[in-house]
């Protein structure tokens, strides 16, 4: 898997929401440098741990948007924050483990999830706050 580029097309048009996911685009970077150099497991195990509570402040970030503004699906969204969560603690337990295919798996799921859900939920949600006047 191709480490992700932030460009243009990423951007969602809300600047606290964009410069977060740029952050995070730049975790999993990150992730996928110390996976392809061969980084030591422990280098791998403090990248997905950053990630990992960087997300959870994330997703306060949105949650907290979609309190204030009314998000009228908000439910859903943050379901599927919470299966994120679910999933990256997997991971997060399973890098205690020596699977050496965690690094890709966790970097497959990384960014597919993320791809996914800024192109998509993620997107919604920031159409709806744009209508309300947020950028």
């Known amino acids: ?44 195990d403090n990248i997905v741990s950053e990630a990992h509570d960087y997300i959870g402040y994330h997703f306060s970030t949105e949650q907290r948007l979609m309190e204030e503004h009314g998000y009228p699906v908000m439910d859903d969204h943050i379901e599927e924050h919470e299966d994120y969560i679910l999933k990256s603690s997997d991971y997060l337990m399973a890098s205690q483990d020596s699977d050496k295919n965690l690094p890709q798996d966790v970097l497959d799921y990384l960014t597919d999830w993320w791809k996914s859900h800024i192109n998509g939920t993620d997107r919604k949600l920031t159409h709806f706050l744009k209508e309300k006047g947020i950028q």
Do not use: C
């Not at 460009?7 to 392809?36: M, P, R, W």
């Open 1 to 44: 898997m191709p480490r992700i580029e932030w460009n243009d097309s990423l951007k969602l048009g809300v600047s606290e929401i964009d410069e977060q996911h740029e952050k995070l685009i730049a975790l999993i970077n990150d992730l996928y440098d110390a996976f392809t150099q061969g980084k030591a497991q422990d280098v791998v």
